[in-house]
Structure formats: structure tokens, C-alpha cells
């Protein structure tokens, strides 16, 4: 495990008890973790592997199962696959949670069909082009990549106040330490603070990320950008015209290079 890996697992550690996700009644009443357009983008998932990385605590790993598919969920925290394995057995619903570094996958872990990443997963990862040979190496020949992520672009956007954006982060950069605007940190960190530990994330341009998936001999399917309001609050009507999430989808249709 290397240095940075390490310190982010004691990080999300400290954070992980005071994270619950959606309770078990959202998804008894009928409640998805998955977006309509990822859903879309993936299709009928009944009898299809499902591979969520950096899974938290596995609600969206959840709504697969919920819908037939057969579910991995890895996290580099163990408080949070704990959480996960709760919800799933108070659901009645099959997931294997592991314990598990998404750049150092073992050997077993391999064989999907859909490796799924969401929202604040893909900063955490230091070595872009490696993970995503690594994961199209676990993926079944027609399996599909779909990486649903906040948007490069919002992550370095600050809102200063009424229709006014500053730039706060480096869109061509990659690595940072803490944040300068804490609204790009986890949610929690809001209530709870930083830990006081030293950890680092990741902003991934679009450009890298495209690079990165087809250096991995995968075919992009799809690529999306959508507004969310909410996520410049300040802006109002304004926040329609910038972009603050993404969704993109690869496929395996060829051996990996």
C-alpha cells in the first residue's frame, strides 16, 4: 500500500463512523442510489458482475443488488464497508464488501461486467493511466467502464458571492493538499472538520480522463455533462450554464494495450 493510500485510509477512517449514507428505508421504499441517466447508460443489470470502487458506504452498491445484479463493493475504510455489510443484511440483499485498495486490486477480483466509480471517488486516485489499465484488466470482454463524477471544472470554482466565480484550484494540476475552498471537501467535514491528518486528493481533468481510458485500449461509449444547480449555490439560474457533474462511459471491445 503505498504512502498516500495509507494516509487517505486513516483519513476516511476518521470520518467513516460519522457517515451513514441513505437509510435502510430509503431503499425499502424504493429509493436508488443511481442516478436515471446512470441507469440508462448501464441498462438491465439483472445477472450482470458488478464492481463499485471506492464504494463509502455501499448505497449505491445497494441499488445494483436491488436490481439483480451480482455486487463488489471495495473501500480502503473499514468502518465504512462495515455500514455497507449492516444496510445490506437489513435489506436482504446480497454484496460482497471488501476490504481493498481500488489501485491494488488482488488477483480475484476480476471477471465484471460493469466497474462502476461515483461522485468523489476518482479524486482519491494518485496514478490516473495506471487505474484505468488496472481496471480494464478486470473487465469481461463487452464489460463497460462508467465513471459518474463531479465535474474537473467545479472542483477548482469557487462561488464568492451573487453571479461571481473565482478560480481556487489548478484544472491542469493534479495533486492537492487540503482544500482551498471547503466545499469541494467531503460533506461531513462541514459538521465534524478536517481530520487532522495528512491526506491528499486529485483533480482529474477531462482530458485526462479520456486519455487515460483509451490508453487502456477501451472504447469510450459516451460522455456527459450536466449542470447542478445546488453545487454553486449562489449562482442561481447562472449555475445552469457551467457544468458540475460528468458521465462517462468506456467499453472493453478490445484486449487491453
Known amino acids: 500500500?503505498?504512502?498516500?493510500?495509507?494516509?487517505?485510509?486513516?483519513?476516511?477512517?476518521?470520518?467513516?463512523?460519522?457517515?451513514?449514507?441513505?437509510?435502510?428505508?430509503?431503499?425499502?421504499?424504493?429509493?436508488?442510489?443511481?442516478t436515471d441517466d446512470e441507469l440508462?447508460?448501464?441498462?438491465?443489470?439483472?445477472?450482470?458482475r458488478v464492481l463499485q470502487l471506492a464504494c463509502s458506504v455501499g448505497d449505491e452498491a445497494l441499488s445494483?443488488?436491488?436490481?439483480?445484479?451480482?455486487?463488489?463493493?471495495?473501500?480502503?475504510?473499514?468502518?465504512?464497508?462495515?455500514?455497507?455489510?449492516?444496510?445490506?443484511?437489513?435489506?436482504?440483499?446480497?454484496?460482497?464488501?471488501?476490504?481493498?485498495?481500488?489501485?491494488?486490486?488482488?488477483?480475484?477480483?476480476?471477471?465484471?461486467?460493469?466497474?462502476?466509480?461515483?461522485?468523489?471517488?476518482?479524486c482519491w486516485?494518485?496514478?490516473?493511466?495506471?487505474?484505468?489499465?488496472?481496471?480494464?484488466?478486470?473487465?469481461?470482454?463487452?464489460?463497460?467502464?462508467?465513471?459518474?463524477?463531479?465535474?474537473?471544472?467545479?472542483?477548482?470554482?469557487?462561488?464568492?458571492g451573487d453571479n461571481v466565480l473565482s478560480v481556487s484550484g489548478d484544472y491542469f494540476g493534479s495533486d492537492r493538499d487540503g482544500?482551498?475552498?471547503?466545499?469541494?471537501?467531503?460533506e461531513i467535514t462541514r459538521t465534524l472538520g478536517t481530520p487532522d491528518v495528512p491526506h491528499r486528493s486529485f483533480v482529474w481533468s477531462i482530458s485526462s480522463v479520456v486519455t487515460a481510458v483509451l490508453t487502456a485500449g477501451l472504447t469510450l461509449r459516451s460522455l456527459q455533462e450536466s449542470p447542478v444547480t445546488e453545487m454553486y449555490p449562489g449562482l442561481g439560474e447562472q449555475a445552469m450554464s457551467i457544468p458540475a457533474t460528468y458521465l462517462l462511459t468506456a467499453s472493453a471491445d478490445q484486449a487491453p494495450v
Not at 40 to 48: H, P, Q, S, T, V
Open 64 to 122: 445494483f443488488a436491488q436490481r439483480g445484479a451480482d455486487v463488489t463493493a471495495v473501500d480502503i475504510a473499514p468502518s465504512h464497508l462495515a455500514t455497507g455489510r449492516a444496510k445490506a443484511e437489513a435489506l436482504g440483499v446480497d454484496v460482497t464488501f471488501v476490504l481493498q485498495d481500488m489501485m491494488t486490486l488482488d488477483s480475484e477480483i476480476t471477471g465484471f461486467d460493469v466497474i462502476y466509480i461515483s461522485w468523489g471517488g476518482l
Open 179 to 186: 482544500y482551498t475552498d471547503p466545499l469541494k471537501a467531503p
Open 125 to 160: 486516485v494518485p496514478t490516473l493511466t495506471e487505474w484505468t489499465r488496472l481496471v480494464a484488466d478486470r473487465l469481461n470482454p463487452g464489460g463497460l467502464l462508467v465513471i459518474s463524477e463531479h465535474h474537473p471544472l467545479w472542483e477548482i470554482l469557487t462561488v464568492r
Open 1 to 34: 500500500m503505498s504512502e498516500v493510500v495509507s494516509q487517505n485510509r486513516e483519513y476516511w477512517e476518521r470520518l467513516a463512523p460519522h457517515r451513514h449514507g441513505e437509510p435502510v428505508e430509503f431503499f425499502v421504499n424504493g429509493g436508488s442510489a443511481l
Open 40 to 48: 440508462a447508460a448501464i441498462g438491465d443489470l439483472r445477472g450482470r
